[in-house]
């Protein structure tokens, strides 16, 4: 049951990751 | 099961962890003339760094996570996250180089500056670390060598990484910034100096004894150890620690076991261990009066942790030892809940704590179904393995309410599971843990 909750744990870190530095890289870039 | 408060505050603290050196970013004034995809290869670069330090954490048997988390999904998440911060971290020079190919000069070694071949071994060493894990049972690598060299790439790969921020000196211009490139790091590897240093000095000042080794089935001993000039930790049943058998406990050939006797024993510990591989072979030929370290108690698996009206336990072969624990502890309190044990030997003959269940059933309100690979003629009862129907046919009507605990080898967990929905039972009120660490 864990499992589950890890493996959407792992899910979340990879969307966040690439949303997160798609944000930061919009907002710094020029 | 719903996730408590503890929990989920602890997966925002680590969430937050992750993403903090994005943070870093923003610190100072907003630097000019770099273009989008350069600004997402460096935040990718930072988040895969920042996960790949984190992997500290994990492995070091912090006490107060492995009371919240299962030792095993603590180590999945250990293997899974591992493997996506080496896609952080390998996004980093590949995007850059596709937004910009010029970059691709700065690549070769001879004339590359050490502020990218930093970074460029870093990102090696980081592919050979994951990749020698992932593959190590494939290549057939020993465990314990692995392991050292594991510990030792990892802190070379970390530092390399941090040589190339700082050499770049792009993010870490301001003080700020510099001190929170320190301060992440220190954290990291805080993880490190707690299970490599603190963790065995302290358990260096709390011996154990060997008292005794005694044959159990099935190729099966059991060691009962007594605390030296202390009283002896204290655990809840099912729960497991690591052995150093005749070993410092800085010494990481340590190896996990279940505790098998009742935790209301003060001052005792039995461990039941089955003849399985090169070091639990050894076993029997440890001589009563032997120095041992325990390190423990881990663990969420048992009663203590799932509150329910009755107990159902599954057991294949050895795997019987933290429910053993289990149903010594519950003998011990008195406990009068109804409580059924599924249990899937060999054959008869082998089937461990045979003749003690027999006296628990007298004890405590427990109903033993024995179910047997091999079974003789005159055998009257289950055969085969525990399947749906076994299950269906000897399960209560209020089956729903239980909680359920399995432990036995990975092939029977992955069976009785599926059985178990099939038999009605919620999967939230059933739990296992695997001992695949490595």
Redesign the interface.
């Given at each position: 049951m864990m499992r589950q909750y890890a493996m959407r744990l792992i899910a979340a870190i990879i969307a966040l990751g690439i949303i997160l530095s798609a944000l930061v890289a919009q907002l710094q870039a020029r | 099961?719903k996730?408590s408060v503890r929990t989920v505050l602890w997966?925002a603290l680590y969430?937050f962890m992750?993403?903090a050196p994005?943070i870093i970013?923003?610190i100072g004034p907003?630097?000019?003339?770099?273009?989008?995809?350069?600004?997402?290869a460096?935040?990718?670069g930072f988040?895969g760094l920042s996960?790949m330090g984190l992997q500290f954490i994990p492995t070091a048997r912090l006490p107060f996570l492995c009371c919240i988390?299962?030792m095993?999904?603590i180590y999945?998440?250990h293997h899974?996250?591992s493997v996506?911060s080496l896609?952080?971290v390998l996004a980093h020079p590949l995007i850059l180089i596709f937004s910009n190919p010029y970059v691709a000069q700065f690549f070769n070694p001879a004339t590359s500056p050490w502020r990218v071949l930093s970074g460029v071994i870093a990102a090696a060493l980081a592919l050979l670390l994951i990749g020698s894990s992932v593959l190590r049972k494939d290549l057939k690598v020993i465990y314990e060598p692995w392991r050292m060299t594991h510990g030792i790439l990892s802190v070379i790969t970390l530092v390399l990484a941090l040589i190339h921020i700082f050499k770049v000196d792009y993010y870490t211009a301001m003080p700020l910034q510099r001190l929170l490139w320190i301060v992440l790091p220190i954290l990291w590897l805080a993880a490190i100096v707690w299970a490599r240093g603190i963790k065995p000095a302290l358990m260096l000042k709390k011996p154990y004894e060997l008292k005794e080794v005694r044959p159990e089935r099935n190729g099966s001993w059991t060691l009962a150890l007594a605390p030296v000039g202390h009283e002896g930790l204290t655990f809840k049943p099912g729960q497991f620690a690591w052995l150093a058998v005749e070993r410092s406990p800085f010494d990481i050939r340590q190896h996990p076991f279940s505790f098998s006797s009742s935790a209301e024993r003060k001052g005792w510990l039995e461990f039941t261990i089955k003849e399985l591989g090169d070091f639990t072979r050894t076993v029997k030929e440890v001589k009563p009066g032997a120095r041992l370290y325990v390190e423990g108690p881990y663990g969420t698996f048992g009663p203590d942790f799932h509150e329910g009206p009755g107990y159902v336990f599954l057991a294949g072969g050895v795997g019987i030892t933290p429910i053993m624990s289990t149903l010594r502890t519950l003998a011990d309190r008195g406990d009068k809940r109804p409580l059924m044990l599924f249990y899937g030997s060999p054959n008869w003959d082998d089937v461990i704590y045979r003749e003690e269940i027999e006296e628990l059933e007298k004890r405590l309100n427990l109903k033993v179904i024995h179910v047997l690979e091999h079974a003789h003629h005159e055998w009257q009862g289950e055969k085969g393995f525990i399947t749906a129907s076994v299950l269906d046919y000897h399960l209560p009507e209020d089956r729903a309410n239980l909680q359920y605990f399995m432990c036995g080898p990975l092939p029977m967990i992955r069976a009785v599971e599926p059985a178990l929905q099939k038999a009605g039972v919620p999967?939230?009120h059933?739990?296992s843990e695997r001992y695949e660490m490595a």
């Open positions: - | 099961m996730l997966l969430l992750i993403f994005l970013i923003f907003r630097p000019a003339g770099r273009e989008f995809w350069r600004e997402f460096v935040a990718l988040i996960l988390f299962p095993d999904t999945f998440l899974a996250t996506v896609g952080f999967m939230s059933v739990h």
